[in-house]
């Protein structure tokens, strides 16, 4: 017997009921997105491997280490499952026009893949919400996306998600503070574990990250970045805090916060929370004024952040805020020979006046069918046997209200029933009345 093959270790099935869940969040946050004039984009899984060397830098763990990259068998191109949406959109940005045709607003849902050692919460396949404005001067889009982010948490339910900011500033001011950092962190080379002595000449800003504890109190010491913003810098980064103290969203500003990917600059910011542990940044972005030119497109600003769909359905999980699964508006139990075609009728006729119905199929008795349209959660059951198919008539059931009973009624007439049954149930007027 041949053995039963399993799904690739960390890239994990998402079973119903719990893609049910997965659809109820995308869809919230798809609406939330397109309230802010952000439309949505479709870009490929597998990109081109220069792609990310050229945007996420070379000297980076994502890839030297983390992405899953390959020769494409025809024609030998190096191709690599994307790790990352931004580099991606950015790509797709250049090579149709779209930035140079007006200012963008985009937003996308999908895989990504990174190889790293699974854990709670964090896959080597895993979905991230990916979001992108390109053409964008000044501090306004940074702001904006930020409240819109607070939108969303609201719209879902959440609370106790805190907003971290910071301004990694430009090139030229953190080519000065590298070099004062290195110097600091040359004298604690004793006390550096692995991760920070190879970073140290390579991208020494993400020791600062460090969640070592034995590198706490050294970090606290080190060089701030703040202390050599430009005055630029500096006016961006007061004008994202005035815009959300205007709005009244709280934040704090985290000298220690940088961003994993080589491309931010000036504003960062991260949603972070104590309900997930070690796992406590559900959303994180920030601008990158100079990505677009650095793949060979024409200088274009650009904001953008990302969130991870695993991190935000776990939140709810733990929250109590999961969405229950749609049940159907109506199930149809049928049995006979005469009663088929009757009920794939009257099926088709109440899906067509938008109702959710589950025909039951595979045979059975009535008595079984109707435990499987009480488990459906249907508030209503049409009954169809031989003797209501040769009059045309139907018994309607409703599965959550005695008063309701039992009817016998003309198969053309369930939809009205149960429309006006619905209209008197949840009017106000009517509540008030009784």
């Not at 990352?84 to 950015?90: M, P, Q, R, V």
């Not at 970045?225 to 815009?243: K, P, T, W």
């Not at 994993?260 to 920030?286: M, P, S």
Request: with cysteine; glycine share 8%.
């Amino acid at each position: 017997m041949s053995k039963i093959l399993q799904s690739v270790k960390g890239m994990p099935d998402i079973l119903p009921p719990e893609a049910e869940h997965w659809e109820t969040i995308e869809a919230v946050i798809a609406c939330c997105l397109k309230s802010y004039g952000y439309k949505p984009i479709r870009m490929p899984i597998v990109e081109p491997t220069p792609l990310f060397k050229r945007a996420i830098g070379e000297v980076t763990d994502i890839v030297e280490k983390e992405m899953y990259s390959f020769e494409d068998s025809l024609n030998g191109e190096p191709l690599t499952l994307r790790p990352e949406g931004t580099a991606g959109c950015a790509r797709a940005v250049i090579q149709h026009g779209l930035a140079n045709q007006t200012t963008q607003r985009l937003y996308y849902m999908g895989q990504m893949f990174r190889h790293e050692r699974p854990q709670k919460g964090r896959y080597r396949q895993f979905h991230q919400v990916g979001v992108e404005a390109f053409g964008f001067n000044g501090p306004d889009v940074d702001a904006e996306q930020i409240l819109m982010i607070a939108r969303l948490w609201d719209d879902l339910g959440l609370d106790d998600i805190h907003l971290q900011i910071n301004s990694l500033g430009e090139a030229e001011e953190r080519a000065r503070h590298r070099d004062d950092l290195i110097a600091y962190l040359e004298k604690f080379q004793d006390i550096l574990d692995d991760d920070a002595k190879r970073r140290l000449y390579t991208n020494p800003l993400r020791i600062l990250d460090t969640k070592n504890p034995a590198l706490q109190e050294m970090c606290l010491g080190a060089p701030k970045l703040l202390d050599y913003l430009g005055e630029n810098s500096r006016a961006h980064f007061a004008g994202v805090q005035q815009i959300l103290r205007d709005v009244g969203i709280p934040f704090t500003i985290n000298p220690r916060l940088v961003r994993g990917l080589d491309y931010y600059n000036l504003t960062v910011f991260e949603w972070v929370t104590k309900q997930l542990g070690a796992q406590g940044t559900v959303c994180a972005g920030g601008r990158y004024d100079g990505l677009v030119e650095q793949l060979g497109g024409k200088p274009t600003p650009a904001c953008g952040f990302a969130m991870g769909v695993e991190r935000l359905v776990a939140l709810l999980e733990a929250s109590g805020g999961l969405p229950q699964p749609a049940s159907p508006d109506v199930y149809i139990a049928h049995q006979g020979d005469s009663a088929r075609c009757p009920a794939f009728q009257i099926a088709e006729n109440l899906r067509a006046t938008g109702m959710d119905v589950l025909l039951h199929c595979g045979g059975g008795s009535f008595k079984s069918q109707m435990k499987k349209a009480d488990a459906s959660g249907a508030p209503f059951a049409v009954i169809i046997g031989d003797d209501e198919a040769a009059t045309g008539d139907v018994q309607l059931k409703h599965l959550r209200d005695e008063a309701f009973g039992q009817q016998r009624i003309k198969a053309e007439h369930i939809a009205d029933i149960i429309t006006d049954y619905l209209v008197e149930t949840f009017n106000p007027e009517t509540e008030k009345e009784n």
